[in-house]
C-alpha cells in the first residue's frame, strides 16, 4: 500500500512557485545532516533519515515544515543508535532556552 | 518591504513597534536543531568549526559550480564524455566537491528533453545547484512531474513540442541526477565563463531552458 510520503503520480493542484529565503536554523539543520552522512563520520545515511521522515505519519508529515521534518528525524535516529541520550537532549534544550531567554532580556 | 505607506519620515513620526524576530516564541524545533548541534560537538562527533564550515558551503554552494560544469562539456567533448560517466569525478577535474553520493548527468538531445524530481522527498544535487527551491519539495511538484510532465513544464513556461521525447528521472538517496542542457544556438566561438552565465539553476533541473544569447 502506497504510504503519504510516496506521492508520485497521483493527482495534485498547481504548483506553487514561491520560494523563501532558508533560515539559519534551517541552514544549520542541512549542516549537521551533511556531517552526520560524511562518508569520513558515516553516522548515520540519507535512507535514515528519510525512514525517520516517513515514519512521522500522516498528520506530523503535513503539520510540519521540511526542516522541522528533518531535524525531528535526525534526532529519532541519534537517539535510536544511541549517539545522544534523551536525557542529553532534554537537558540541552533547557539550557539553549535558559540562554536565549538571558540574551533577550539583556 | 513593509514600507507601503506614503507619509514622508522627517516629521518626527515614530513607527508602531514591530517585534524583531528574536521576539518570536522559541519555536520547538529550532531549539531542537541548536540541541541537538550543540550535544553532538559536546559530544566530539564533529567539531564548531565543522558546523560553521559547512554552513558556510552551503551559502557558497551556488548553481554557479553546476553551470560550470555544464559549460566545460559544451565546449570539451572530453570533458562531456567524462561528465556523463561520472559527475561526481568529472566535478572533481574542476576542484569541485560534488558530495559522496552518485549524480548522474542526464544529456538534452535534439529529440529529448530530461526532467529530475525526487517523488518520495527532495533528493538533489545540492552541492552542484544549491538547496533546492520550495517546489522541487512539494507535494504538487512530486506528485505531477511523473505523471504529467509537459502540463508541468508548460506551468514553467516551457513548452516542448510534441515531437520531443520527455524523460523524467526519480532521484533516490543513493543517486541523484542534473540536466546537461543542449547548448544555445548563436554560442559560437563563446569561451566558458560567458556560455556558464547561460546555465541557470531550472535549467539544471529540466523545468526551464538555458537563457538564450540576446537576454544574457
Known sequence: MRRHHDMGGIEAGPIERGEHDYEPWEKRVDAIMR??????????????????????????????????????SVTEILIEKGVITVDELGRTMSAVEARWRQERAS | MSHAHDHPHDDGHRHPFQPDLEDAPFAYHQVLAQAVGDVLVAKGVFTAEDLRRQIEAIDAAEPARGARLV???????????????????AAA?????????????????????NLIVCTLCSCYP????????????????????IREPRAVLAEFGTAIPDDIEVRVHDSTADLRYMVLPLRPE???????TRLAGLVTRDSMIGVALPRVPAAA
Do not use: Q
Open chain 1, 35 to 72: 556531517l552526520l552522512t560524511h562518508p569520513s563520520r558515516r553516522v548515520m545515511t540519507v535512507d535514515e533519515l528519510r525512514r525517520g521522515i516517513e515514519a512521522l505519519g500522516p498528520g506530523a508529515y503535513d503539520a510540519m515544515s521540511y526542516y522541522e521534518r528533518w531535524i525531528a
Open chain 2, 71 to 89: 559549460a566545460r562539456a559544451w565546449i570539451d567533448g572530453g570533458f562531456r564524455e567524462r561528465l556523463l560517466r561520472d559527475v561526481n569525478a
Open chain 2, 93 to 113: 577535474e574542476l576542484g569541485v566537491d560534488a558530495g559522496g553520493i552518485p549524480i548522474r548527468a542526464v544529456a538534452n538531445e535534439p529529440g529529448v528533453h
Open chain 2, 126 to 145: 545540492r552541492l552542484l545547484i544549491g538547496l533546492p527551491p520550495d517546489w522541487y519539495k512539494s507535494r504538487a511538484y512530486r506528485s505531477r512531474a
Open chain 2, 186 to 192: 548563436g554560442t559560437e566561438g563563446w569561451d566558458e
